[in-house]
């Protein structure tokens, strides 16, 4: 029996392991598809950035960087050559600054990581409190609760920035305009991304929280005379956070990829900004490593989601041993 469930274990990870490396391919596939089919000449514009100057260029000025870069290659053999660096484990070298991908990423990495998991932690903090505090206590608190997390989940991140940058940092002077220096650098741009995310987490939440409320073993525990709130928190909350948890495997992803807007408005370091610039100097090395970052912390957020639900209910540990 033991033989059987390590076998099954190994055969789901070895499943995982395969779709993660198709989902990276594909990522960065597309990603040199769309960089390299786009119209110009890449030599050209590296020329030009780099001299502050937009002229023709002969082809002696070009062969060189052609040559640098393989862009005198065809473009399956650019395609090829790029894929065999990722295998490596090769991001390349960008083509403005002239410095390995991989040590771009990991110099501006940090400060998005933190936004990101702040963020994170407080759109959890603000679901799950107002899911308690208002979810079946009545019309108007529920109606009040519900209403948030519509109008929260809606909200353009980039219009709640400007909001919050203008009302607390501008006028209130309460927080820093910009920057990342010290917490208080950190409240505002979590907050853009935080309330939105906490909008979706909190209607999820909701719905199966109330479903949860009517089950036979809520019920039992008041008849136990547990209380209301020791019910919600005990009971009620472990099961209604199930299917929220699945949205956070793909929240942690959205929240990498909103970072650029927190970080553009806010003025923060970060990867979000180190995007912006490749993309509009089409350095391809550098867009294709921050966007197999993004995949990649999707795969992995997709992955801890699946062990996290056998931590909140050990029933579906159970039930998956037993499938295999």
């Known amino acids: 029996m033991t033989g059987r469930l390590t ?21 960065a596939s597309f990603t040199f598809a769309v ?5 110009g000449d890449r030599a050209t514009l590296l020329l030009n950035q780099s001299s502050g100057q937009v002229i023709a260029r002969t082809p002696e000025e070009l062969a060189p960087i052609n040559a640098e870069f393989g862009f005198d290659q065809p473009l399956i053999g650019q395609y090829l050559r790029f894929v065999g660096g990722l295998a490596r484990g090769d991001l390349g070298t960008s083509y403005q600054l002239h410095r390995p991908v991989t040590e771009i990423i990991a110099d501006q990495v940090g400060p998005t990581v933190v936004l990101t998991m702040g963020a994170l932690v407080l759109a959890w903090v603000i679901a ?7 979810a079946r206590r009545g019309r108007i608190a529920s109606a009040l609760g519900s209403g948030f997390e ?11 920035g400007v909001i919050l940058l203008v009302v607390f940092a501008v006028n209130l002077r309460l927080f820093p305009v910009g920057g990342a220096d010290g917490l208080g650098a950190l409240v505002l741009p979590a907050l853009t991304l935080a309330i939105p995310l906490a909008g979706f987490l909190g209607q999820v939440t909701r719905d199966e929280f109330g479903r949860v409320l009517d089950q036979p ?5 008041r008849a ?4 209301d709130l020791a019910v919600r928190l005990r009971h009620a909350l472990r099961h209604a956070v199930l299917p929220a948890i699945t949205l956070s495997g793909w929240a942690l992803g959205a929240l990498f990829s909103g970072a650029v807007i ?3 408005v806010f003025a923060r370091p970060g990867i ?3 995007l912006v610039a490749a993309a509009n100097s089409r350095d391809v090395p550098v867009v294709t490593g921050v966007v197999l970052l993004v995949a990649a912390v999707y795969v992995l957020a997709n992955l801890v989601v699946d062990t996290a639900y056998g931590l909140v209910d050990p029933r579906l540990r159970t039930a998956g041993a037993g499938a295999s």
Request: charged share 10%; net charge positive; aromatic share 6%.
């Open 262 to 264: 927190a970080e553009s």
């Open 7 to 27: 076998t099954g274990r190994l055969r789901r990870l070895a499943g995982r392991i395969a779709g993660a490396v198709v989902v990276l391919w594909a990522a």
């Open 272 to 274: 979000g900004q180190v």
């Open 150 to 160: 519509t109008v929260a989940a809606g909200i353009p991140q980039y219009w709640l």
């Open 224 to 227: 136990r005379g547990m209380g």
């Open 128 to 134: 799950v409190l107002l899911t308690v505090a208002t």
């Open 217 to 221: 073993f809520v019920l039992s525990a």
């Open 35 to 39: 960089q390299a089919l786009l119209p």
